[in-house]
Antibody
Framework: QVQLQESGPGLVKPSETLSLTCTVS??????????WSWIRQPPGKGLEWIGY???????NYNPSLKSRVAISVDTSKNQFSLKLTSLTAADTAVYYC?????????????WGRGTLVTVSS | QTVVTQEPSFSVSPGGTVTLTCGLS?????????PSWYQQTPGQAPRTLIY???TRSSGVPDRFSGSILGNKAALTITGAQADDESDYYC??????????FGTGTKVTVL
């Protein structure tokens, strides 16, 4: 059974860097037919695509976050990770990792359960 | 900055039909944007309903259907049920390789 599981700190201070990891089980993050995304949702608000990684290292980011975001992959652990710098309260959100299956179009076919990150001193 | 707009809310009677739309701030939505639709209930991760305009994801009831209506993508719920009461989001894939989520529609069944 393919699953995605987010992990990371629930509380981060303003101006610091957020680091989250998505552990993938049941499929290889190295597979050429999947892209791996991060998506977030501030409390009570809508969803926002952050970016994705594919082919074990190529990335594409939301232009509005590009200067603060980095997504990487660790194939030995079958994980991919998100780093978001210079945090403010506006970055408080539930962060989801998601999979995109290229052979069926461009959409998210599998989601993690999400992890809440609060930015506060 | 590309903005994808959806109706803020809709109310539908049980057994009724409702059509949600997904439009672009500039231009028309076509199949080239690979519109997809997601359902989200409070505290839960989104659930994939429709991809590539009109393909239902595995296990999704056939009362959910996707289409292009005029210059927008559309999600129609035919024969609404109580557990269809959720937030619905569309997503468009842009030529730059980026995704944009719509603003979301809250559907109430009563």
């Amino acid at each position: 059974q393919v699953q995605l599981q987010e992990s990371g700190p629930g509380l981060v201070k303003p101006s610091e860097t957020l680091s989250l990891t998505c552990t993938v089980s049941g499929v290889s993050v190295s597979s050429d037919v999947y892209f791996w995304s991060w998506i977030r949702q501030p409390p009570g608000k809508g969803l926002e695509w952050i970016g994705y990684i594919y082919n074990s290292g190529n990335t594409n980011y939301n232009p509005s976050l590009k200067s603060r975001v980095a997504i990487s992959v660790d194939t030995s652990k079958n994980q991919f990770s998100l780093k978001l710098t210079s945090l403010t309260a506006a970055d408080t959100a539930v962060y989801y990792c998601a999979r995109e299956f290229l052979l069926e179009g461009r959409y998210f076919d599998l989601w993690g359960r999400g992890t809440l990150v609060t930015v506060s001193s | 900055q590309t903005v994808v707009t959806q109706e803020p809310s809709f109310s539908v009677s049980p057994g009724g039909t409702v059509t949600l739309t997904c439009g672009l701030s500039s231009g028309s939505v076509s199949t080239s944007y690979y519109p997809s639709w997601y359902q989200q209930t409070p505290g839960q991760a989104p659930r994939t309903l429709i991809y590539s305009t009109n393909t239902r994801s595995s296990g999704v009831p056939d009362r959910f259907s996707g289409s292009i209506l005029g210059n927008k993508a559309a999600l129609t719920i035919t024969g609404a049920q109580a557990d269809d009461e959720s937030d619905y989001y569309c997503v468009l894939f842009l030529g730059s390789g980026s995704f944009v989520f719509g603003t979301g529609t809250k559907v109430t069944v009563l």
